[in-house]
Structures are given as C-alpha cells and as structure tokens.
C-alpha cells in the first residue's frame, strides 16, 4: 500500500474522504446542537463507534469496518502461516 498525492484544492481526487466527510456532516454536525466543547467530543466518540462498530457498510458487503478489518487481519494471518508451512 502506498500515499497517493492529492493535488491541493482537489478533493474529488480522493473519493472516499469526501465520502465520510459528507456523511459526518449531515449525519452529526448538521443534526445536532452542541453546548460546548465536552458535549461534541461525547458526541463525536459515540458516531465513531457507530460508524465502525454498529454500522454495516454496502462498500464493505454489508459488514462493520470493525469486521472487515478482523476479516482482513484473518485472512493476512492465514497467508502468513500458508508461507510458513510452504518453507
């Protein structure tokens, strides 16, 4: 995996930032009223967690990015200890 450079004042150039950023907009800061500080971060964590624990995401075949990340940790474990036995 490698860092692909986005090219100032172009976010259309990275599709899936604009995506969350989107979601997160009208999803949390246009819905809710903060009363300070303290309030937002209680309410940001709780949105984190929901997105990527409670969520299940059409990009990732319907799983939580927790699950899809578990799946992938799995499956990179397996190929690991495939090599091993091969050697």
């Given at each position: 995996?490698?860092?692909?450079y986005?090219e100032p004042?172009?976010?259309?150039e990275d599709?899936y930032?604009?995506s969350?950023?989107?979601k997160v907009r009208?999803?949390?800061?246009e819905r809710?009223e903060f009363g ?16 990527n624990?409670?969520?299940p995401?059409?990009s990732?075949g ?20 495939n ?5």
């Open positions: 995996m490698e860092t692909l986005i004042g172009a976010p259309w599709g930032g604009e969350f950023n989107s009208d999803e949390l800061l809710e300070g500080v303290p309030p937002a971060r209680v309410l940001g964590r709780e949105y984190k967690r929901e997105y624990e409670v969520r995401h059409s990732l319907y799983r939580t990015p927790a699950e899809f990340g578990a799946m992938c940790l799995q499956a990179e474990a397996a190929k690991e200890n090599m091993k036995t091969r050697v």
